[in-house]
């Protein structure tokens, strides 16, 4: 912006240099204080020096900037874009939210049609590692708050780890999946048909949402009170969670995260017909169990652990069959990265059931139980008569057949 003050001592010259130069050719005098404004004229009309609005101005400007203004001719360009694309990223279009009822049987997420598979979730769950049951979506399902309490004691006991998910097989065959999440002392579980990644965004939402709700709180010691507000609270929250999972469906990659191993190791398996263990084998060092009572030898030490583990893992498979009315097909235990430790259940006639306790790659157990196969059917045409010598047999056998490297299947 160009501004002169010009004393009138100084005019007589000012003139010449006007005459000459041009310099003041244009010149605008504020009627309030006298200031002189020359090109370029302030664009928000106001003299500069005492800031008045001059109306003149504003009229001078505008008559002066359509003369020195050029015409050009004016190009028309055919429109090539659509509404849609011209707002795109500028407009947040409202989506509709699933109306739902936590009662429901189950809660449809994704639909199995177009090849796609069907993804529900049937509980949403929370309770502390102190067995406090915080949150139940489905009292139908509230036997699984107890269950996950006993998964979690045996995962962070015998199996040494944490407790990272279970799959439910039916009797009519049928896969359900708990996916679990542990932080700071409390779980939180969802139960029913999802991808591993979409399950495990859910859970960390879970956790994120109820840990700002009871931040600073004893989880084990609320108030009526304290719980029925931050239940309604939460419930909303599961509500959003839930709209959101469904509008991230093709941001999510269904393809899951691959095993670091290549192999599975068996550290233990088991045999049991009606919850009446009839084979107990340990077969490595791996799970690091110790029997709590005094022993007179390694070998009586060794057959202490192995009754050991299978009361434990009798009773979790007699409460899960109990409860849900399903069978275990596999528990894992997270031990680190991608790193997993499974005990895994397989059901053969006259209610017999085996189990084993391993690590590493689990697509790697159909191998074990097609070598295992052969062996366990040649006991389990007949319902268990109480006598044992067919069994110890075959435990003998595997003994020596799973001895060192052995037990590795790639």
């Known amino acids: 912006m160009g501004l002169t003050n010009i004393p009138k001592k100084e005019k007589e010259m000012n003139k010449g240099k006007s005459q000459l130069f041009g310099a003041l050719k244009d010149k605008i005098t504020c009627k309030n204080c006298g200031y002189v404004i020359i090109k370029p004229y302030p664009v928000d009309k106001l003299c500069p020096k005492c800031k008045k609005f001059l109306p003149s101005l504003f009229e001078y400007v505008d008559e002066r900037n359509i003369k020195d203004k050029k015409t050009e001719p004016k190009i028309f360009e055919k429109k090539t874009t659509v509404a849609s694309e011209r707002f795109q990223g500028k407009v947040r279009v409202k989506r509709e939210e699933k109306n739902f009822s936590f009662k429901d049987e189950r809660i449809l997420l994704k639909g199995g049609g177009s090849g796609g598979d069907e993804e529900y979730i049937k509980l949403c769950g929370i309770t502390s590692t102190e067995r406090t049951q915080l949150f139940c979506s489905n009292e139908k399902f509230v036997y699984l708050l107890e269950l996950t309490n006993n998964l979690d004691n045996i995962a962070t006991g015998i199996l040494g780890g944490e407790l990272d998910q279970m799959l439910l097989i039916t009797n009519n065959d049928e896969e359900d999946k708990c996916q679990f999440f542990v932080k700071n002392e409390i779980i939180y579980l969802i139960y029913g048909k999802f991808p591993d990644k979409k399950g495990k965004y859910f859970l960390e939402q879970m956790a994120n949402y109820y840990g700002e709700l009871v931040n600073d709180k004893d989880v084990n010691n609320l108030s009526k ?81 192995e009754s050991l583990l299978t009361a434990k893992i009798e009773a979790i498979a007699a409460n899960t069959l109990g409860n849900t009315g399903a069978y275990p097909r596999w528990i894992a235990v997270r031990l680190g990265f991608q790193n997993y430790r499974f005990l895994t259940f397989k059901k053969y006639k006259n209610d017999y059931f085996l189990y084993i306790l391993s690590e590493g790659n689990l697509e790697k157990l159909n191998k074990v139980e097609a070598f295992l196969d052969p062996f366990v059917e040649h006991v389990v045409d007949s319902p268990f008569s109480g006598t044992l010598k067919p069994f110890n047999r075959i435990k003998n056998t595997l003994t020596e057949l799973l001895k060192g490297i052995k037990r590795f299947f790639q």
């Not at 959101?244 to 691959?258: A, N």
């Not at 192999?263 to 049991?272: C, E, N, P, T, V």
């Not at 009446?276 to 084998?281: E, K, R």
Request: charge should be negative; aromatic fraction near 8%.
């Open 225 to 305: 009170l304290e719980k029925h507000e931050i239940d309604r609270k939460f419930e909303a929250q599961i509500r959003a969670i839930i709209n959101k999972y469904i509008q991230l469906h093709d941001v999510f990659s269904d393809q899951e995260i691959p095993f670091v191993e290549d192999k599975l190791r068996i550290d233990y398996l088991g045999l049991s017909s009606m919850s009446i263990g009839v084979i107990s084998l340990l077969l490595g060092p791996e799970l690091g169990v110790k029997f709590p009572g005094e022993t007179e030898s390694p070998e009586e030490e060794k057959e202490m652990v």
